[in-house]
């Protein structure tokens, strides 16, 4: 089984508010947004749960593979096999997808990027 986590917009729409008052200008939102997913990205935070602050788990997929579970979910050829845990739009790239093993991958332009190994 892998699941999928996808960005919550809300999520850091509501950290962009806390940080800059009810007006974000768009170049600060871009900035945050970037400075989050590299965070993600390259490893910078302490643990899997920092990093995912603004990412929620919106699918549990029947599959052992990444690709397959992207295909699953990107052509959704086989919903059968995706349990949706909340709304959430077809995979794409910066989605983070938990391995059986408990590595967490994330969709890139092309393949797949490691991220972590799961902790303790």
């Known amino acids: 089984m892998i699941e999928i986590y996808q960005f919550d917009r809300s999520s850091l729409e509501n950290k962009l508010i806390e ?3 009810d007006f974000v200008p768009p170049k600060h939102a871009k900035q945050f947004a970037a400075r989050e997913a590299g965070e993600i990205r ?3 935070t302490a643990s899997v749960e920092d990093g995912f602050k603004h990412f929620v788990h919106v699918a549990t997929v029947d599959a052992d593979d990444l690709d397959e579970a ?3 979910t990107n052509l959704w050829n086989d919903e059968d096999r995706v349990e949706k845990k909340a709304p959430m739009h077809s995979a ?3 989605d ?3 391995a059986p093993d408990g590595t967490y991958h994330m969709v890139d332009n092309v393949g797949f990027t490691p991220v972590w190994a799961q902790r303790g």
């Open 70 to 72: 992207f295909e699953l």
């Open 96 to 98: 983070v997808f938990r």
């Open 19 to 21: 940080l800059f008052g």
């Open 42 to 44: 390259f490893g910078d």
């Open 92 to 94: 794409s790239v910066g």
